[in-house]
């Protein structure tokens, strides 16, 4: 029992110093403000969608309103075996810069694959007319300035590879607000990461990439048939082949915001498969915060059963909560605000009852189990 105390100690002081790094690099990580003045780079916005019939308006009425010019900016629904009237809707946007790809007419059906979303986009790619590359998801929307803004920080900074926030919205419950929170301090741990240096992260609902720089590091050869990737995995392989060249975009102008999974057996299959390429990435610096985090979890889930049993377990578990909620939140409300979600922060103390399972669990699977996406079972 001794030793075990002092190894929660020891994992939660490495815990604190992780945030307290953070913190700094979110603090340091600067806002972009561009100077105004109008992009001349052509642009393909390229979205992969799977029975999105309902989720697609909004995001077509989203980007019918960008401020960039429509002759420079071109957008490509890629649809990807929809048994729904995903199709129709992109054929009835209304826009003559929306185009539809179908899977359905370029793969034989029969066909299996284990990445169908890298697929999908790499088709996109191949298609597309722009030189810089935007993705997103089919049940996201964004403000007017996205494309804009994103042009002016490609034309300032000539990053080959840029990664931007990504937002929940519509949070109408309690088990949305909670999936809001957790995903606001990934997101704010992307930003402090990427300014610090310390290990890039990113979500392919937000990121951007020069169409030349895709096919310099072979697209999304060699990690093909890993099910997910199509963002993280790919920006190392730039990374690699570009060093300087992967840059994070903080602008609220940029936010790119999605929609919270509704049930439980979706949320966990959505964090199973976020987790399940964590021994895939090939700076392992991610990969050893991601264990100081996982078993700093297991062991708190550890001492919060044992205390069911030893009575003497109690004081430990609540001092080491209470360090973690402290820590944490000294992280988050900057992130928070610049979201503005600080009112989302009254959800995170009763929160943690739930947060910690989940993160044991969902790190458990991702690496031994299988999951469920878009229909399909994935191993």
Not at 115 to 120: G, L, V
Not at 194 to 217: I, R, S, W
Not at 340 to 347: C, P, R
Request: proline share 4%.
């Amino acid at each position: 029992m001794h030793f075990f105390l002092i190894l929660m100690v020891v994992l939660a002081l490495g815990y604190g110093v992780l945030m307290l790094w953070y913190s700094l690099g979110w603090k340091r990580l600067k806002n972009y403000v561009p100077v105004p003045r109008m992009g001349t780079t052509r642009v393909t916005v390229i979205i992969p969608a799977r029975d999105e019939e309902d989720n697609l308006p909004p995001l077509l009425e989203a980007l019918k309103q960008q401020t960039y010019p429509a002759d420079l900016l071109e957008v490509i629904v890629i649809d990807d075996f929809s048994m729904d009237g995903t199709p129709d809707v992109v054929r009835n946007a209304g826009a003559a810069n929306i185009r539809l790809l179908q899977m359905s007419q370029m793969l034989d059906k029969q066909q299996r694959l284990n990445s169908y979303k890298k697929k999908a986009i790499e088709i996109a790619v191949s298609q597309a007319n722009g030189t810089l590359i935007v993705t997103t998801d089919a049940d996201c929307i964004m403000g007017p300035k996205w494309i804009e803004t994103i042009v002016q920080f490609y034309e300032d900074r000539h990053p080959k590879f840029i990664a931007a926030p990504v937002s929940f919205y519509k949070e109408d419950n309690f088990f949305k607000k909670l999936q809001s929170l957790d995903f606001m301090t990934m997101q704010g741990i992307t930003g402090a990461a990427a300014q610090l240096e310390a290990g890039t992260m990113c979500n392919g609902a937000n990121l951007a990439y020069e169409k030349d720089a895709f096919y310099d590091v072979g697209g999304f050869k060699g990690i093909d048939n890993i099910a997910s990737g199509d963002d993280m995995l790919l920006m190392y392989k730039i990374y690699n082949a570009y060093p300087e060249g992967v840059m994070y975009l903080r602008s609220e102008e940029v936010i790119v915001r999605t929609l919270p999974v509704d049930t439980l057996k979706g949320f966990m299959n959505q964090r199973i498969r976020w987790s399940s390429k964590a021994d895939k990435y090939e700076d392992k610096r991610i990969t050893w915060v991601l264990m100081l985090v996982y078993f700093f979890n297991v062991g708190l889930l550890g001492m919060a059963i044992a205390a069911c049993f030893l009575p003497a377990m109690w004081p430990w578990l609540l001092i080491l909560l209470l360090f973690k909620i402290t820590m944490e939140l000294y992280f988050l409300l900057p992130v928070a605000s610049f979201f503005n979600k600080s009112g989302l922060l009254v959800w995170f103390i009763p929160g943690q009852i739930f947060h910690i399972p989940y993160i044991v669990i969902a790190g458990w699977l991702g690496k031994f189990g299988s999951y469920q996406w878009k229909g399909r079972k994935v191993n």
